[in-house]
């Protein structure tokens, strides 16, 4: 067990692309003139959702997009410029290492972007589990992939996100987190499909305002 005291404070690092590249799977629902306000919704409800959780003390948003970078700040997550040059992975850890520079001591946490259903409650109850293991890692709703890594205090992060991630991490050591009522944290969207699920549970603020009825998007029919 990770030496950590449950109400310890969070740093958690989202990854955001320029939002012009931004959700290209999403390419069949969105045209390009819609998904980067899509993807910067997404990621506000994140952040908003992620700063408003009782163990997190801060965001730490890696991204060298323009907007983006305005739009969260104003949130209140600090912006972290990707100089990775490494893809998504580099991002990842350029950002850890960002937060430990200011908090050697910090546990943290990678978190998507896409997650604009996430509650502080659930994520909450993530990171708790979470605090039990030197790396942990939370599947995605599909089970391929991974919405959040953690690492406690001098554990490095070694993120290994993209495709199937969950493979990846639970190869490197990382014990995958097996949590109820987390749904959540789990949702996050790629394609039209996963915008339904996530629908389902229930929007945030920004996604929800910027799209309340879905008007401007080509979503799939609903399975049975």
């Known amino acids: 067990m990770a030496n950590l005291d449950r109400d310890a404070n969070w740093s958690l690092v989202v990854p955001l ?3 012009a590249l931004a959700k290209s799977r999403l390419a069949p629902t969105a045209d390009d003139g819609v998904r980067p306000g ?3 919704a997404f990621a506000q409800d ?5 700063l408003a959780c009782s163990v997190v003390r801060d965001v730490a948003v890696v991204t060298n997009d323009v907007r983006a970078s305005e ?3 104003a949130l209140g997550a600090r912006i972290v410029p990707d100089i990775s040059a490494t893809g998504l992975n580099g991002a990842l850890a350029h950002g850890a290492r960002a937060v430990r520079a200011l908090r050697p001591g910090a546990p943290v946490a990678a978190l ?3 997650l604009p259903a996430l509650r502080p409650a659930e994520l909450r109850r993530v990171l708790e589990r979470a605090v039990d293991f030197p790396r942990a890692f939370l599947a995605d709703a599909t089970g391929i992939g991974t919405t959040l890594l953690a690492s406690g205090p001098g554990v490095e992060l070694r993120p290994a996100f993209g495709g199937r991630s969950r493979a990846r991490h ?3 050591g990382a014990v995958e987190m097996v949590l109820d009522g987390v749904a959540s944290v789990r949702q996050d969207v790629d394609t039209g499909e996963d915008l339904r699920a996530a629908a389902v549970l229930g929007l945030g603020r920004y996604t929800s305002q910027r799209y309340p009825a879905a008007a401007e998007l080509r979503l799939p029919p609903a399975r049975p």
């Open 17 to 19: 692309k320029p939002l």
């Open 38 to 40: 899509l993807a910067l």
């Open 46 to 50: 994140t952040v908003a959702a992620a």
């Open 71 to 73: 739009e969260l700040a």
């Open 112 to 114: 998507n972007a896409d």
């Open 170 to 172: 639970s190869a490197s």
